[in-house]
């Protein structure tokens, strides 16, 4: 039976009175009507990475449903978002004509707190990809097990092509459009793909002439505003403390292991670097200039002064180029994307040779992959789990906005630190009680958190 009192619970959990086979008969039916809807209605998703990003997140929310034997009402109520807002933002350019851009908020649920999720400017971002990703960051802060909901929003536009005062219009009139419907307690937004600190400074700004002061409207802003030390490290910092905690299962720990690291950009460079300061030998490196590799380890430290210096990998002395397309299947002990989605496919996974795969990238393996690798007995730490450092980390902002009182970083690091140790000891039991993988066990978990708070509240009557 379903127990209340513990948020990791025993097997049954949702009770349904129907018999599991009617529910893997479902899960046919609803993944076979799920590809028909996609490939009829939804033919105009422009990228092959959003098309994965939204088939995986149904995927893997299924499956995890059946593995619950959640009830198919409940099931159908998660993933139905809370309110979906649509706003057209029309701004003055430099020159004084006048340009309009549509601007999205996704906000799919609030049972365990209040909504939270990235704002990206994109031209390819639609209303599908930006749901698929407000759901995600739904399980993902029931994974980390932090006080939130998920959301996650967007503008229509190419950053690139804006100057940085047509930006700060940009940012201000989507805030205007949305502002009574984010919120300390609603939705803090936060900085995603083509956002930064100052988007966020300039949302908290709008916001706070509608509501006075408010810094713990977004996080990710600059520290001279009520940002959190530690908040640039934390994604890649997370990933290490995950891979730690899955290591730990092995006897193993990151001194002496192989690494290979797909993408240089902020998780890349952090998790990289935290590697070397550990003993961890990064043998192979890639961002999009280009790939590198020395069996003896890189000099991390080294490639950022070159990186910074020069903008590219190219030429760095203490490594030699190497094919791109060779850097995934490279011999190593652990394979760590860090930059694009569905870079694992049914093309190159069964080349993969690393023992481990941390998902610091989100959706990284497409689900052929994903079958591929796990049939090779590949280990994969999933994304929804594995880079949830960053999100925690704008926890910890937001509490220290309420507090008003900043922590240190050795502070903020060590409760990072605890955080992703006790998320992987939640998925850990879950994988046992369900006899899963850690995908599944990580998606159940953030499932369950999220359907037991949604029977805890209620309905109307
Ligand atoms: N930054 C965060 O807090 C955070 C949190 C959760 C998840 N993520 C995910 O982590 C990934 C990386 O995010 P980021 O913030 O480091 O982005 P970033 O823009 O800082 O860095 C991306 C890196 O990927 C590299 N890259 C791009 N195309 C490439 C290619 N074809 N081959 C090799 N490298 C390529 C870029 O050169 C860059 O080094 C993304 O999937 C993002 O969604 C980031």
Redesign the pocket.
Known sequence: MYCPMHSVPSKSYIYSPIHPSFFILLDIFISLLFSLTLHFSRCYIASLSTMNALAATNRNFQRAARILGLDFKLEKSLLIPFREIKVECTIPKDDGSLVSYVGFRIQHDNARGPMKGGIRYHPEVDPDEVNALAQLMTWKTAVANIPYGGAKGGIGCNPRDLSINELERLTRVFTQKIHDLIGVQRDVPAPDMGTNSQTMAWILDEYSKFHGHSPAVVTGKPIALGGSLGREA??GLGVIFATEALFAEYGKSIAGHTFVI???????TWAAKSIYERGGKVIAL????GAIKNPNGIDIPALIKHRDNNGTLKDFSGADAMD?NELLVHECDVLMP????GVLNKDNAADVKAKFIIE???HPTDPDADEILSKKGVIILPDIYA?AG?VTVSYFEWVQNIQGFMWDEEKVNGELKKYMTNAFQDIKKMCKTHNCDLRMGAFSLGLNRVAHATLLRGWEA
């Open positions: 934390a994604t797909q993408g240089f950009g902020n998780v890349g890639s961002d999009i200039s791109p860090c930059a694009l989605g610091a990238a989100n880079n960053g």
